[in-house]
């Protein structure tokens, strides 16, 4: 068990972070993966959770794009990454409006200020032929998607 | 939920506070005070019968206890469950059980708020979340257009089915007086209004308006005896099923589709017995989902469903007959109107916008993201 008197999850992201690296939780008892990070996997409440660093390649599955006022569009998305856990981010590096379900990214890290660690952001992954691609069965992540949030899978009840 | 008893309990006395615009300085207690005085003259019980308080407002973080302070009552029974929007249908089963098992007879579910009056931001401020809040998402408004934009992928929803809900919510909210919006609405104008997160322009959003209510329960027995003919709790559900957004399962998905079936196994009755429907609005995806996962249409039809008027006035489902939180009003937690309208409805209260022959309504919650799903069918004296 994580001794919380001495490092938190979210610190240990953190610092990560700072590496310009996009960390995840992995069960050592069942390899699933988890995130956010915790003291505890969800369901099991196992401890046995240890860090890994994402390879930083997943797939748009869910966009928006927000319009604050006097400010340009803003992309919010949920990625799923290649690991088997889905985030929030942002797509940037193209058109807000153009983020598509189903397209391929890439991690890099967002600098960050003062009061803001450094935070993962995404970019897309570009293709051979150089445009944005779109991962295989990537348009339906949904049904694929193995659960990342520890809870029971309403997923697989849907359709 | 099992251990319940279909139709032990009754709806005996409900009540809006004054709604959209009030006086500055009002508190969101004045509001839940007031309607609650209301309710009990619905019904003809006087505050001292009252010995079981409900209550959650997110400007008022001990709703039971300051709400008992303000009523000057000292309930025996109290619950303070806050799960977002759907907290009063949550409310309605706890007092159930409460009441089953003698802990209180007389249950007072309340809600007030004043966001209009003091900004949505001062009335409801997001929590910090280190995994969200770097990416600057326009909460709860992000979350439920990302789950329009897997609909629309996944299903080929459009933007105008969207824009249908909320022109069919205008439609019969110009039949309510108490309605805050009063101009018609068509699809072209919902799609040609201020983006505020794609695919939602602030038509596909719920209005910000101030307002309350209150909603009076006691056992079967007791509603017999009182003003108004009872509206018995046939059946209720409750589930949980995330709390952020990138942790729901699947974003097409909502655990009304718990909620539901524990209500309709409860009840003892399924979705064709029906007669109006009361769904939490909060933006357009939100009423296509519900009709899909609580049984009204297949998963994934939700759009093509409403289009064409199907839960307008005349429609083929009577959906949202105040004007719902897109065009009645919607302060901040709306839960608890969305069982008012269904209660009014099974008395034959609501004049121009009543349907007919309605013996039974389903009314349900939804809080957070899409996070909490509560569903409450009320019968009148007919179904029990």
């Keep these: ?159 | 939920m099992s251990g319940l008893k279909r139709g032990s309990v009754a709806v005996v006395g409900v009540a809006e506070s004054d709604l959209g615009q009030v006086a500055p300085h009002t508190s969101p207690v004045d509001l839940m005070a007031q309607a609650t005085l209301r309710a009990l003259d619905d019904c003809g019980l006087k505050l001292s019968d009252i010995d079981g308080v409900f209550s959650a407002a997110t400007q008022v973080r001990t709703a039971p206890m300051t709400l008992a302070e303000y009523l000057g009552i000292k309930p025996r029974y109290f619950d303070g469950t806050a799960i977002g929007g759907s907290s009063f249908m949550a409310h309605v089963a706890h007092a159930q059980a409460a009441i089953e098992h003698g802990l209180c007879e007389v249950a007072l579910i309340a809600y007030g708020s004043t966001q209009r009056s003091v900004s949505r931001a001062a009335a409801s401020p997001r929590e910090f979340n280190p995994y969200e809040s770097p990416y600057r998402p326009f909460m709860p408004s992000s979350a439920y257009a990302m789950a329009a934009s897997r609909h629309m992928h996944q299903y080929g929803t459009t933007r105008e089915q969207l824009a249908e809900v909320a022109v069919a919510a205008r439609k019969w909210a110009l039949l309510n007086p108490k309605a805050w919006e009063k101009e018609p609405l068509t699809i072209e104008q919902v799609l040609g209004a201020r983006m505020v997160s794609h695919p939602f322009t602030v038509r596909d959003c719920c209005l910000v308006v101030d307002g309350g209510g209150a909603m009076v329960l006691t056992s079967a027995a007791r509603a017999k005896s009182l003003k108004k003919k009872p509206v018995h709790v046939l059946g209720v559900g409750e589930s949980l099923s995330h709390a952020s957004i990138a942790s729901m399962p699947d974003l097409t998905v909502s655990a009304a589709a718990e909620s539901g079936p524990k209500a309709y196994t409860m009840a003892g009755i399924k979705p064709s017995d029906v007669d109006m429907v009361s769904l939490y609005d909060a933006f357009t995806i939100t009423p296509i989902l519900f009709l899909e996962d609580l049984g009204f249409c297949p998963k994934g039809e939700g759009g093509r469903f409403v289009a064409g008027g199907t839960i307008a006035p005349g429609g083929k489902l009577a959906v949202n007959t105040s004007g719902g939180g897109l065009s009645y009003c919607h302060p901040g937690m709306y839960g608890l109107l969305v069982m008012i309208e269904a209660v009014r409805q099974v008395r034959g209260e609501c004049d121009k916008r009543q349907v007919k022959d309605c013996d039974v309504a389903l009314a349900h919650g939804n809080g957070g993201v899409l996070s909490s799903q509560c569903t409450v069918l009320f019968g009148g004296p007919s179904t029990v």
Excluded at chain 1, 18 to 47: H, I, M, N
Excluded at chain 1, 48 to 53: K, M
Excluded at chain 1, 58 to 64: E, L, P
Excluded at chain 1, 89 to 106: A, C, F
Aim: proline fraction near 9%; include cysteine.
């Design chain 1, 1 to 159: 068990m994580q001794d919380l008197k001495q490092q938190s999850p979210y610190g240990v992201f953190i610092e990560h972070c700072k590496k310009g690296e996009l960390a995840f939780q992995v069960c050592a008892d069942d390899g699933r993966a988890v995130f956010y990070p915790r003291v505890a996997a969800p369901r099991s409440g196992s401890t046995n959770l240890e860090w890994r660093v994402s390879k930083g390649l997943g797939t748009v599955y869910a966009t928006t794009v927000v319009y604050y006022k006097g400010e340009p569009p803003l992309n919010v998305a949920l990625v799923d990454l290649d690991e088997g856990f889905r985030m929030m981010s942002r797509v940037e590096g193209t058109d807000p409006l153009q983020v598509r379900i189903g397209m391929r990214v890439k991690v890099k890290m967002a600098p960050g200020d003062d009061k803001q660690p450094p935070f993962p952001v995404f970019t897309p992954l570009l293709t051979e032929e150089g445009s944005p691609g779109s991962g295989g069965g990537g348009g339906s992540g949904g049904q694929n998607h193995p659960d990342p949030s520890g809870h029971p899978s309403l997923g697989r009840r849907g359709k």
